[in-house]
């Protein structure tokens, strides 16, 4: 157990789970500090250098957006030995997000249950953040998640933030944001894709699809998840997100409702990885999310299909050496298993489905 795990986290635990949030993103603001940790923080190995749509990156773990909605820390974020660093979720206009209580800790499951609504402070202070700040990051690549519920305000997030990121991600799946699911039509992400390609440069486009059930569960919605993965081939996306937080009724939400993330949701995303790198081929980039808190739960989602993981429960709960931890446990895992790279793993995997 680590100095987090043993004294830090028993204290942040002490507060509602917004306001330790909110307090870890405080901290975070103090970048040179983390800076003069990342030796600490960091691990580097040949073996997990890979790359995601085209981007080149030190090790597959990649920060998932949600933690950093406003794009402030990220400084301190490429200090943690992130392989890329997710920030957003940013929408054209501030959103306060849904009312409080609205982020639930489930400490005897690993997970969190939200109905945040994406709260953040707008695309021109996002804008603002990420100029200002992305030079600090040095070699690690920043991913921009954007959404809305209007195909426009959605192409307007894409045009500002795609000259300064590596990557951007469309965001079609939070469960806790009202009007969203009507992207999950086939025919209207298909406008909202279709107007995005008629602007986007050569920066790669990735997009976070929903959860959804096995065929067993229900056949009619497992069909109509993966039909959005159609559209998205159709046009031109580069990496899928697989997946968001999966839907849930909670009493103690204000909202009543919200998503659940972290290990409840573990196994359901090794299955959707493995759909949908079935579905894609060997083309499209797919990075696992749900539940990713070691290397081992990383290992098994790059050898179900995943290019990349990303993690950020798993940073509640393991706290911030959590990418290193895993970057390092991978590279152990790559040696001891006598493949090239991590890469090779995911090749493997390939070849047995």
């Known amino acids: 157990m680590s100095v987090y795990q043993n004294l830090i986290r028993p204290l942040l635990f002490r507060?509602?789970?917004?306001?330790?949030?909110h307090l870890a993103a405080l901290t975070l603001r103090l970048w040179p500090i983390w800076g003069a940790l990342r030796a600490v923080n960091g691990f580097e190995s040949s073996d997990l250098s890979t790359e995601i749509a085209g981007i080149p990156i030190g090790n597959p773990v990649g920060l998932a957006a949600g933690l950093d909605k406003d794009c402030e820390i990220l400084p301190a974020l490429s200090r943690l030995g992130f392989g890329y660093l997710t920030c957003g979720t940013v929408t054209l206009d501030p959103r306060p997000g849904n009312p409080q209580p609205r982020?639930?800790?489930e400490q005897g499951r690993d997970a969190l249950i939200n109905s945040m609504g994406f709260p953040n402070k707008g695309l021109a202070s996002a804008v603002e953040k990420i100029e200002r700040d992305r030079h600090r990051c040095g070699d690690t690549p920043i991913v921009v998640s954007v959404s809305g519920t209007e195909v426009d305000d959605i192409?307007?997030?894409?045009?500002?933030?795609?000259?300064?990121?590596?990557?951007?991600?469309?965001?079609i799946s939070s469960?806790?944001?009202?009007?969203?699911?009507?992207?999950?039509?086939?025919?209207?992400?298909?406008?909202?894709?279709g107007a995005i390609d008629a602007e986007r440069s050569k920066k790669p486009l990735?997009?976070?699809?929903?959860?959804?059930?096995?065929?067993?569960?229900?056949?009619?919605?497992?069909?109509s998840a993966l039909s959005l993965v159609d559209v998205c081939l159709s046009n031109r996306v580069d990496a899928l997100t697989v997946a968001n937080t999966h839907p849930v009724n909670d009493a103690r939400l204000k909202v009543g409702s919200g998503g659940s993330s972290g290990k409840p949701?573990?196994?359901?995303?090794?299955?959707?990885v493995s759909e949908v790198r079935q579905r894609v081929g060997d083309e499209t980039c797919i990075n696992?999310?749900?539940?990713?808190?070691?290397?081992?739960?990383?290992?098994?989602?790059?050898?179900?299909?995943?290019?990349?993981?990303?993690?950020?429960?798993?940073?509640?709960?393991?706290?911030?050496?959590?990418?290193?931890?895993?970057?390092?446990?991978?590279?152990?895992?790559?040696?001891?298993?006598?493949?090239?790279?991590?890469?090779?793993?995911?090749?493997?995997?390939?070849?047995?489905?």
């Open 15 to 21: 507060l509602p789970a917004e306001d330790a949030s």
């Open 103 to 105: 982020l639930i800790r």
């Open 155 to 171: 192409v307007e997030c894409h045009r500002k933030v795609e000259p300064l990121a590596h990557a951007v991600e469309i965001n």
């Open 175 to 193: 469960p806790n944001t009202k009007g969203l699911r009507i992207f999950h039509s086939p025919h209207v992400l298909d406008s909202l894709l």
């Open 206 to 223: 990735f997009v976070k699809i929903p959860p959804f059930p096995s065929e067993g569960e229900d056949a009619e919605s497992h069909d």
């Open 265 to 272: 949701v573990y196994e359901p995303m090794l299955r959707m």
């Open 288 to 353: 696992a999310s749900g539940g990713i808190f070691t290397a081992q739960d990383a290992w098994a989602a790059i050898e179900a299909g995943a290019n990349t993981v990303q993690t950020l429960t798993g940073l509640v709960y393991r706290g911030p050496n959590v990418a290193r931890d895993i970057a390092k446990g991978l590279a152990e895992l790559v040696e001891r298993r006598g493949i090239e790279g991590i890469a090779q793993l995911r090749y493997d995997g390939m070849i047995r489905l």
